[in-house]
């Protein structure tokens, strides 16, 4: 029996040991500094390394695996991926497809796949540790990014394999330590979420922390200009409202209960588009000028001196998609050249520009875009229907099974349940406008998959819990039936 539980402490302690490896490459990828660093190599070579020994010891250990759900779905799309690879050899890149299909079978396998003879405990320590290092690390960027804000800081460089990197704050929006702004909104809505969660479950002085993460985290946000950021902010944080609130109302009140979750991300969406827009407006004519007196030089490398207020009101007012709409519509007229197995993912533009040259993803005023900013119409495009149905297939299974956790306020793990999913579903509204969540190693990509897992996880046990009881019930019904048979005889 030690020997079981020591083999099971250390598969466990590996797994998580590749996770949190997962989770810094993540972070690492879309920090410009370490970005541009040896820090990600290292744990490239690292997470690839370990997570390939834990997915091959996931394997020869299956009986503990097997009944995660959706997992056949999910190894059913890597066949899809690499079908669309082959089929699209022609056009090169197929090492950086395997590279890549590689990389979604640790999100799938790694990430996702859980132990479901396990028990829950430890994956409840899981969920703090990777939420606490979140919280902590997207704290200290946001107060870097903020000052970053406050001095008018912008570096602009460029890397070795000629990518553009920058940090700052640059036409009317903060990149700060980020790759993108997008990107940086989507993980500051996803650790405000979490702080919120630790704010509610802490007593007294122990709120103080993650109440202040949370507050440096949203100032960061509405700086960033990110209506992804915004929409997500509105529909988590909203939902997580929802959560706190509803376990008042009665489970049989589920029209009440659906008034209250709309009101939640109403509130939320009424903050973050309209207070949101009004603080960045307060700043511009009031903030901004006297931090402009205090730090006079601007602190900057690019041709053109950085804008120093924020907002980006005459680039929306002239296309309010800001492009995604043209993407979208060339997407699609891609997708209609190869409809059943896709161009691949990184053949996409080299299958592109060889079948509609004149099509806008390829043919712009600035360069061929490798994303159609929609992970669901990346999924179309790169592995055509077969790819896109299978995903679908995915997605109702998995909301199906998680609408139970979703409405049983009764559930000791309730609050914790209901944080993952606002979570998830912030990574969800980033996948309508963003690459991420598929093809791409995110910190928001690691939410997604990871939080998934812990949460399907949790529904497997719950539900054999159920079982066993319902089994000791009749068995002790059976029991006193045959007591008093054998007393009445």
Request: glycine share 6%.
């Amino acid at each position: 029996m030690r020997e079981l539980h020591a083999k099971e402490n250390w598969m466990d302690w590996l797994a998580s040991i590749c996770k949190l490896g997962y989770l810094f490459l993540g972070l690492s990828t879309f920090t410009s500094v370490l970005y541009d660093s040896v820090i990600q190599a290292i744990l490239i070579r690292l997470v690839l390394v370990l997570g390939t020994i834990c997915i091959l010891v996931r394997v020869v250990f299956w009986e503990k695996y097997i009944k995660m759900p959706g997992w056949t779905l999910l190894a059913v799309f890597c066949v899809s991926f690499a079908v669309s690879t082959i089929a699209n050899a022609q056009y090169g890149g197929v090492t950086e497809n395997g590279k890549w299909l590689i990389w979604t079978g640790i999100q799938f396998f790694l990430l996702y796949v859980c132990d479901t003879k396990r028990d829950t405990a430890y994956y409840k320590k899981e969920f703090h540790l990777f939420a606490n290092v979140m919280i902590l690390y997207s704290f200290a960027a946001s107060v870097i990014s903020l000052q970053y804000l406050i001095k008018r800081h912008l570096n602009v460089w460029e890397t070795a394999d000629r990518e553009i990197l920058v940090t700052g704050f640059q036409n009317g929006r903060l990149w700060g330590v980020y790759t993108d702004p997008n990107y940086g909104a989507v993980f500051a809505v996803i650790t405000i979420v979490l702080a919120l969660f630790y704010v509610v479950k802490m007593k007294s002085w122990l709120k103080l922390p993650y109440i202040f993460s949370a507050i440096v985290n949203l100032v960061f946000l509405i700086f960033t200009d990110s209506r992804t950021g915004e929409i997500a902010f509105a529909c988590s944080v909203g939902f997580f409202l929802f959560a706190v609130v509803s376990k008042k109302i009665s489970r049989k009140k589920i029209v009440i209960k659906g008034a209250v979750l709309l009101l939640c991300i109403g509130c939320m969406a009424i903050l973050a588009f309209g207070g949101m827009h009004l603080a960045k407006k307060q700043y511009n004519a009031k903030l901004q000028p006297i931090f402009a007196k205090m730090y006079p030089k601007e602190m900057s490398n690019a041709v053109v001196p950085p804008k120093s207020t924020v907002g980006r009101q005459a680039e929306i007012s002239k296309d309010v998609t800001n492009g995604r709409f043209a993407i979208w519509e060339s997407g699609m007229q891609v997708w209609k050249t190869s409809p059943l197995v896709g161009t691949g993912y990184t053949t996409f533009v080299n299958y592109t520009k060889k079948h509609l040259p004149q099509t806008y993803v390829v043919n712009n005023s600035q360069s061929p875009y490798t994303s159609l900013h929609n992970a669901f119409l990346n999924v179309l495009v790169y592995q055509g229907l077969i790819g896109a149905v299978i995903l679908a297939a995915f997605i109702i299974y998995i909301v199906k099974l998680l609408w139970r956790l979703i409405w049983n306020d009764e559930d000791e793990q309730y609050l914790m349940n209901m944080t993952m999913t606002a979570a998830v579903g912030a990574v969800f509204v980033a996948m309508l406008f963003l690459l991420e969540g598929l093809y791409t190693n995110s910190p928001a990509a690691f939410v997604l998959w990871t939080f998934l897992g812990l949460l399907m996880q949790y529904r497997v046990r719950a539900k054999k819990n159920e079982t066993d009881q319902m089994n000791e019930k009749s068995q002790s019904s059976e029991k006193k039936i045959e007591q008093y048979h054998t007393a009445k005889e």
